[in-house]
């Protein structure tokens, strides 16, 4: 990992161009589990050429805004989890089922028929790509095995379990690609892990562990709330944390700023790194340097700085994009000015 104190990065996610993909009716929905081509302005001969143009345009904006842990900023997704997905064996992508949403809804998902395999890599180019454009850290994101089996009609296994099982088996061989790709962190958005906590103390950590088996590369879990543009209502606590002091993973993603999370629980995670959520995406104002430094040091009484990453609460793909980059820089900002107390 970096040496910086106090390093930045972003959850995953960065805005979209207009040009990219339709974003008022991707904001006017959940994020879709099954493709949706729909949202696309592209034509699809020229949609793998547009996606790196505007994976560019997010890489070189973090790197204005002097972050220092780069994504791709998922660009070439229609959601975080739906790309890979969808690219597995075993799923019926003609005939979609249905699961409820963390709100509740009922939502298209992919339909489980047969034994979840991972034909290829699927996220492997976005590596190099992001690898071959910038000379800082780099970061990609999976989807985790728990979540894909939550947005899952399972019609072939015994249970849930065992499907989120075979679902870890390909993370796991996604990210052993990934790593030999060029990446430097790889990211497991399991953010069902706080919905669904019942079933998550039944195999959830199982099941990222089973991702992780084996992997020796620097990797990150992130759960949250849910994204604020689409989950107003913010628990002012996590349903499930403690639970992952068991999980293999190196770093976790917690959200602080929209919940005004009682930092005190970070306690419970003794030793993994915490990627600390100091940036507000539901509140559309750009918070002010000494707005995230006074985030960061809520934290700080409960985590040593050197397990500290900052970020934002959950990824920036619903801000208009001057929003995302003006709370890029708060936060770089905000994190130098606390980096420069803890060096006096």
């Not at 030793?271 to 507000?280: K, M, S």
Request: net charge negative; with cysteine.
């Amino acid at each position: 990992m970096t040496q910086t104190l106090l390093p930045t990065s972003l959850v995953g996610s960065y805005p979209q161009p207009d040009w990219l993909i339709d974003r008022q009716r991707l904001a006017g929905r959940f994020p879709p589990r099954v493709r949706a081509k729909e949202l696309w302005r592209v034509a699809p001969e020229y949609l793998d050429q547009a996606q790196d143009d505007a994976t560019l345009l997010a890489i070189r904006a973090q790197e204005a805004a002097g972050i220092d842990i780069i994504t791709d900023g998922e660009m070439r997704r229609e959601s975080y989890s739906n790309r890979f997905a969808t690219a597995l064996d075993g799923v019926d992508l003609d005939n979609p089922g249905t699961a409820l949403d963390r709100s509740g809804h009922p939502n298209p998902v992919p339909r489980v028929v047969g034994r979840i395999r991972r034909r290829h890599a699927v996220e492997d180019r976005d590596v190099r790509f992001l690898r071959a454009n910038t000379d800082r850290m780099i970061k990609i994101t999976v989807p985790g095995p728990f979540t894909m089996a939550q947005q899952a009609q399972n019609d072939f296994y015994k249970d849930e379990a065992e499907m989120a099982m075979d679902y870890a088996a390909a993370v796991n061989e996604e990210i052993r690609d990934l790593f030999a790709a060029g990446a430097d962190v790889v990211q497991i958005d399991e953010p069902y892990l706080q919905a669904r906590p019942e079933k998550a103390r039944q195999y959830g950590v199982e099941a990222v562990n089973r991702a992780l088996e084996g992997i020796t590369g620097t990797t990150a879990l992130h759960i949250c709330f849910g994204y604020a543009a689409i989950i107003h209502e913010r628990p002012n606590g996590y349903s499930f944390l403690p639970e992952l002091c068991r999980c293999k993973v190196r770093q976790i993603s917690i959200e602080t700023a929209q919940s005004n999370l009682d930092t005190a629980v970070l306690k419970d995670l003794p030793d993994q790194t915490i990627i600390l959520g100091v940036i507000d995406l539901l509140d559309q104002k750009v918070e002010t340097a000494e707005t995230v430094a006074a985030r960061i040091r809520k934290a700080l009484p409960h985590v040593d700085p050197t397990r500290v990453i900052v970020a934002p609460d959950c990824g920036m793909k619903y801000l208009p994009r001057e929003v995302a980059d003006g709370k890029m820089r708060a936060m770089v900002e905000g994190a130098a000015i606390v980096r420069r107390e803890l060096t006096r």
